[in-house]
């Protein structure tokens, strides 16, 4: 299965991958650090605030508000987005 940090890199990248496909193109998605390291994080373009296209991406793909600028959800929320199994 891989290790915790992997699961959560692969994570990142299909909410990536499916927030661009909503039309969310320039959106960063990563992992979070220090004590929200078991978060996953949507910023709009260099921690600057989101397109109106870009939240509309990332509301239509999360089902749930951004903020102004992000959007982070605990790894268990993201697999249930996306439709993965838990890591635990």
């Known amino acids: 299965m891989g290790d915790y940090g992997e699961h959560r890199k692969r994570l990142a990248q299909e909410l990536k991958k499916r927030i661009i496909a909503a039309g969310g193109k320039g959106v960063m998605v990563q992992g979070g650090r220090g004590t929200a390291w078991g978060w996953i ?48």
């Open 41 to 88: 994080d949507v910023w709009g373009p260099n921690y600057g605030t989101f397109t109106p296209a870009q939240r509309k991406a990332v509301e239509s793909v999360t089902r749930s508000p951004a903020g102004g600028n992000c959007w982070a959800g605990e790894i268990s929320t993201v697999e249930h987005i996306l439709g993965v199994p838990s890591y635990h």
